[in-house]
């Protein structure tokens, strides 16, 4: 999996959708000057395949599902193949990050009791809770435990940029929000819930 970070701003202060912060992301990598995640070779990567997947995100205050396109790149080097997958996305997942993190927050601030938030936002409270759970390790794993007693989830949330993002995943190998694979109980289903198995 090749990620592209492009918005270092917060995450709040994004002004487009998600679809199109896709959408830009993926533009800007039409090109094969990419480093190949396996073997390290630059200038490597040449167009391979693409496959749809889903997008959820907030739009009017209401949840609306997009399929986009995600493309998949060969390695000249390795043979390795990998898909291009722009930081609007969590991997495996078909909600936008954006579309989570908002669910999180209006939860943070007590804005709405969970069974409220999650009829509004069409999720299970399964869903939800997973998502906080995930939210609140991946917190905690990137602040350490001294840090992360001592900021509360709403102002971590609210202070998430797309740096903190593109860090995260150099240093874990794992993007945020992202759940380990293999954990989806149905990894081909298509449809707009949170166990797609499209990277
Ligand atoms: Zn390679």
């Known amino acids: 999996m090749i990620r592209p970070f492009t918005a270092f701003c917060k995450l709040n202060q994004i002004t487009f959708s998600d679809r199109q912060w896709l959408e830009r992301e993926a533009a800007s990598l039409n090109r094969t000057d990419g480093i190949c995640p396996v073997c390290h070779t630059h200038a490597g990567l040449s167009p391979f395949a693409s ?51 908002l669910v999180l927050r209006k939860h943070f601030l007590g804005r709405a009791c969970v069974q409220s938030i999650c009829e509004h936002a069409e999720i299970s409270v399964s869903t939800f809770y997973r998502w906080k759970t995930l939210f609140l390790r991946h917190k905690a794993l990137w602040l350490g435990v001294l840090a992360d007693m001592a900021a509360s989830p709403a102002t971590f949330l609210s202070d998430m940029d797309g740096c903190l993002l593109q860090a995260f995943f150099q240093k874990f190998h794992l993007s945020f929000l992202q759940r380990l694979r293999g954990t989806s109980p149905n990894p081909l289903r298509k449809a707009p819930k949170d166990t797609g198995g499209f990277t």
Not at 64 to 93: D, I, W
Request: aromatic fraction near 14%; glycine fraction near 4%; hydrophobic fraction near 35%.
């Open 51 to 101: 496959y749809p997947r889903y997008l959820v995100e907030w739009k009017d205050g209401a949840p609306v599902c997009h399929q986009v396109t995600v493309r998949r790149f060969r390695c000249s080097s390795c043979g390795h193949t990998h898909a291009l997958l722009p930081s609007a996305l969590v991997p495996y997942s078909s909600y936008s990050l954006r579309f989570i993190l």
